[in-house]
Every structure is written in C-alpha cells, then in structure tokens.
C-alpha cells in the first residue's frame, strides 16, 4: 500500500487552484474532493456499501465523539476505525479542536462558525466572550482543554498530546492537530492569544505524533491547522507559523546530517463571515506551501466551495449535506428546496432532472413529499443519499473542468443557475 504523497496535475490560470492526487495507504484522494462526515463512524442514515455506490473519495470522523462512545481504544482493539466501520477507503478524524468552539463559547447559543456581517451578533465585545463567565462544558487552558461529557457530565482533559494518542488509536489516514476553534464573535486580542496556543499545540502534536509514529501497521498523516478568525493580518501570521513549525525527525543516511520535518499538509479552520470567506482562505493560501494539500474545514456550501477551489483549497468537509437531508432540504442545480412544501405532494417528475443518483433514478418528489409528511426513516436515506451525491459530484466535477482548462466557465455557468432568483 501507498504512503502518504500528493502531486498537482493542473492550474488554474490566474488563480491558486489546482487538481491533483493524494496518496493514502487506503488509497488515492482525486482532488479537488469532498469528504463526507461520518461522525461517529458512521454517516447518519447510510450504509458504507451505499457510499461507496454513490462514489465517496473519503470520510471524516469525529475524535472526541468516539473518544466518548464506545472509545478509542475498543475500537485500536477492533482493528482501527477502518475495520471497525467497514470502510476501506480513505479515512480522516478531525482533532477535537471544534468541539472546544461547540462546547465552549457556543454551547447553549445560536453561534455559528460561518456568519453573515450584517448579523448583530458580530458586534466585537469589549470583553472577551471565552471570558464572560457563562457555563459552558468546555474550559480552556494553555495546556489544554477540560470537557464535561455531553452524555453522562464525566469530566475529560484534552491535550495535545492526547488528541494525538487518541487519533493513532482510531488510525485514521489523515489526522489534524489539537487546535483552538475560535467565535467568529471575538475581538482580536483574544483571536491573537487564542492563535499562540493553537501554535503551541500544533508542535506539540507534531512531536507526540513522530513517537508514535514509529510501528504503526498504516502511517498517518498529520495535518497543521491555520487559525485566525476574521482577521488578515491573523490569518497570513498564522500560515507562516504553521508551516515553519520544523522538529528534528532522525539523521539523514547519506548526508549523516539531522533532519527535519514539519506537517504533511495543512487544514484551515476556525471562524468565518460568509461575505469574506473567499478572501480569508485566498490570505491562507497565498502563505501555505504549494506542494502540500490544504482541507477547509466545515465548509459545504456549493458557492462556498466554488470559490474554495478556485482560491486553492484541495478538500473540503461538512455536516451540511446530511443534516439539511434530514430536515427535507435537498440540493438541485436550480437551488435548494424543501421537499415538505405544498407544491411537491402532486409533483411526480424527478427530484433533479439529470442526476444520476440512486434516489433521481428510482423515487418522485412526490414521494419524497409523502415520507417526510410521514416522517417515515426512509425519507432521511433517499435524501441524503441524493445530497452526498450532489455535492460529491459537484467537486468531481470542478476538477474535470480544472483538468479541461475551463474552470471559470464552469463556475460561472452553475451558479447561474443554482443562485437564480
């Protein structure tokens, strides 16, 4: 089996993207690519074999949720998460740095990572919001992070040093080092001291991770994550630092001198405003190596990964696709639509007319409409299996026109249509 690599095989012109190939032990990532969430291990409402008939590149699975249930290490002795799900392909597991956001400054209220700026809420406090004094099930420290247990209130320390021990346990392809996901709501006195413990947790992860590393039956690569918030001058500081972070790795056979390694590629996390988006990743990636892949964490919206791509993201992950499934909310090329409305209990064509997808081929809306009015659980497989599908082949299909060189055309000739009025 492969170890880890990754080659560009096209630009685009005038821009940062690009399509290339990543190379894991379980196989090869085409990118640009996006990686479905499967939680817990497993993608809520589908069976691994109906991934993979929709054609899914990779899954995401969440550290500290298996962390809690049923346990890293049941499943090291299971097998790692591979065997333990049944999935043989390509697999990441985030670091447990977004719950730190979830479960901290966010737990108990409507805060998002992505907001609009003409949401109140983005009025910058004097005070420090991680600093008000509201309970919350996640407290912050320079050494790590306290959590309680959203299932049973028990009481767990995070570290660095533990999310990485945690995520060799669960022997993900991918794994990304312990961060701090920060509100979109902070001022920047605490972005900039939030972004020096995110620095100092990345080294330290990428040091417990080369002690690790050495035995393991599948080699794992660490990816460093670039914070920053809303903030350019954050953002660019933080992809210098990020991928300066070096440490010595053995000596050199031939040269008998030390060597040094740093991450095999890098996420970009954290905060965002909807209206700047674009420009805040574009800051990351003009700082990042080129020759190393870059994730978008938790982003999933089509325009939104339009521009990722365009501004050199090579994959992308998120809860979206499944979640809105759940809801009745499906993706066409003509925009999105609630399947409950009215107007689709008599509407007997296909959901989206030239997809493909197991659902297209097979169900109406019409019947979509009644198994949600039913609340019938077949409702949230059929739906999510056309969003997967959706939006996998959507990236699938921006590096065919990255490859064919007409990129620009083919971003422009979707969102005519998916943005329309």
Not at 50 to 77: K, M, S, W
Not at 151 to 160: A, M, Q
Not at 225 to 254: C, N
Request: proline content about 4%.
């Amino acid at each position: 089996m492969k170890n880890f690599d990754f080659k560009i095989e096209k630009k685009i012109p005038n821009f940062l993207g690009r399509a290339g190939v990543i190379s894991t032990p379980h196989g090869d990532i085409e990118t640009p690519s996006f990686v479905v969430v499967g939680t817990k291990g497993t993608v809520k409402s589908l069976t691994v074999e109906q991934l993979r008939e929709i054609g899914t590149p990779v899954v995401l699975a969440n550290t500290y949720h298996l962390y809690l249930q049923p346990g890293d290490e049941l499943i090291r002795d299971a097998g790692g998460l591979h065997k333990f799900m049944n999935w043989q392909g390509p697999l990441m597991t985030d670091s447990g740095g977004f719950q730190v956001f979830s479960l901290g400054v966010a737990y108990g209220k409507e805060i998002s990572k992505v907001v609009s700026v003409t949401d109140p809420s983005l009025l910058i406090p004097e005070r420090s919001i991680a600093e008000d004094g509201v309970p919350r099930l996640a407290t912050i420290g320079n050494d790590g992070v306290s959590f309680r247990s959203h299932i049973d209130g028990s009481l767990h320390y995070i570290t660095p040093e533990k999310s990485i021990e945690i995520q060799h346990n669960l022997g993900a392809d991918i794994i990304f080092a312990f961060d701090e996901c920060t509100s979109p709501t902070e001022n920047d006195r605490y972005q900039d001291e939030a972004l020096s413990r995110t620095h100092a947790w990345a080294k330290r992860s990428l040091v417990e991770h080369k002690k690790r590393e050495e035995g393991n039956k599948f080699p794992q690569a660490l990816f460093g994550i670039v914070q920053g918030g809303r903030s350019e001058e954050l953002r660019r500081k933080s992809a210098k630092i990020i991928s300066g972070i070096k440490i010595e790795d053995g000596m050199d056979p031939v040269t008998g001198e030390a060597r040094f390694t740093g991450f095999d590629g890098y996420g970009i996390g954290g905060s965002f405003a909807k209206e700047d988006m674009s420009s805040a990743v574009k800051w990351v990636n003009e700082e990042l190596p080129e020759e190393k892949p870059r994730h978008l964490l938790g982003i999933g919206e089509p325009e939104d990964l339009l521009s990722g791509v365009e501004n050199g993201v090579d994959l992308f992950d998120c809860v979206g696709p499944t979640r809105i499934a759940r809801n009745g909310t499906l993706f066409t090329k003509n925009g999105k639509i609630n399947i409950s409305n009215a107007k689709f209990v008599k509407d007997f064509d296909k959901l989206d007319e030239g997809c493909e997808c197991y659902t297209c081929r097979n169900y109406t809306k019409s019947y979509l409409s009644h198994l949600f009015r039913a609340k019938e659980m077949l409702g949230a497989t059929l739906a999510s299996i056309h969003n997967v599908y959706f939006i996998t082949n959507l990236v699938k299909k921006m590096r065919g026109a990255i490859i064919e060189g007409t990129f620009s055309e083919f971003k422009k000739e979707f969102l005519k249509g998916y943005l329309k009025e």
